[in-house]
């Protein structure tokens, strides 16, 4: 989301980056250049800059309004899969295959600093809220909290699997993470506060629909481990639902079904799958 709320970023396997109107669900841009599939978008702390990282290896910063890009960054030699500014808006941080984390002058494009300590795929990066840290999750199954001024590695937390996700308390005080093995929450003094298993295999963990982005129908296909009520609907971007798919009692097993998309305008949209013990959203983008 852009730090006012009123725009969503995406990018895509198709190779592109969109922006969305969040009150109309509308295309505002449509950005062209990456060679591979968008791994990650993030906003400048302004809202006036897009960057992207995506599996060409590269890291592109475009300009909002109107949409064009405005620099290349090369350098990592794996693909990108996390960006984000620095609080003040003059520097990048990317996290990538070659599990470095690098850091990026946005006036210049030069690589300031490069952060070297993990063993795998570096899948997340964020700022401390001062801009003074730097903490990385990767494949490894560490956390790692850097020093931005010198590089140097100040704390190494163990989430014991693969992270594919961190984010850190708008005070600076708690650090989550997220992947194989489920969700850990950290304090300050790296201790474990929290830890929220992953799914186990007993609860429906399948959802997909194609074609994506839908013409005037998308098919829908889920499985069920277990018998359970279904919920099916397709929601705004506000949480509004706009369509009732489904609400009825089903099998253990395999499920599809024809969703027809030709009464909703275009635009992106959620779909949300909701049973007797989980649920499941997808967005789903209607042409």
């Given amino acids: 989301f852009s730090p006012d709320g009123t725009q969503l970023a995406s990018g ?12 109309t669900g509308q295309v505002l ?29 590269t890291i592109r910063l475009w300009n909002v309004a109107p949409g064009f890009l405005s620099r290349r960054i090369d350098g990592h030699t794996g693909l990108v899969l996390s960006v984000v500014f620095s609080p003040d808006g003059t520097q990048l941080a990317s996290g990538a295959a070659d ?3 690098r850091l990026w002058d946005l006036a210049t494009g030069q690589e300031v600093r490069r ?6 795929t570096v899948s997340s990066v964020v700022f401390s809220q001062d ?47 997220a992947g194989e093995g489920g969700l850990r929450v950290w304090d300050a003094t790296a201790t474990v506060l929290e830890t929220v298993p992953a799914p186990s295999s007993e609860i429906p963990a399948t959802l997909t629909h194609f074609p994506n982005p839908a013409g005037a129908f998308t098919t829908i296909e889920y499985v069920l481990s277990k018998a359970s009520q279904v919920r099916l609907s397709v929601h705004d971007l506000l949480g509004r639902e706009v369509i009732s798919v489904l609400d009825a009692a089903q099998a253990t097993g395999s499920h599809s079904l024809q969703l027809a998309t030709g009464k909703l305008s275009g635009g992106m949209y959620f779909l949300r799958l909701v049973t007797n013990d989980w649920h499941m959203t997808q967005p789903l983008i209607v042409h």
């Fill in 131 to 177: 801009g003074a840290q730097l903490i990385s999750g990767a494949f490894d199954g560490t956390i790692r909290l850097w020093d931005v001024a010198t590089g140097k590695e100040i704390d190494q937390l163990d989430h014991k699997y693969t992270v594919l996700s961190i984010a850190i308390s708008g005070n600076d005080r708690l650090i989550a993470s």
């Fill in 99 to 101: 599990h470095t984390v």
């Fill in 12 to 23: 895509s396997d198709d190779k592109t980056i969109r922006l969305w109107d969040v009150a």
């Fill in 29 to 57: 841009w449509h950005f062209e250049g990456h060679r591979d599939r968008v791994r990650t978008v993030a906003f400048s702390p302004d809202g006036t800059q897009l960057a992207s990282g995506s599996g060409d290896e």
């Fill in 115 to 120: 952060f070297e300590g993990h063993s795998g």
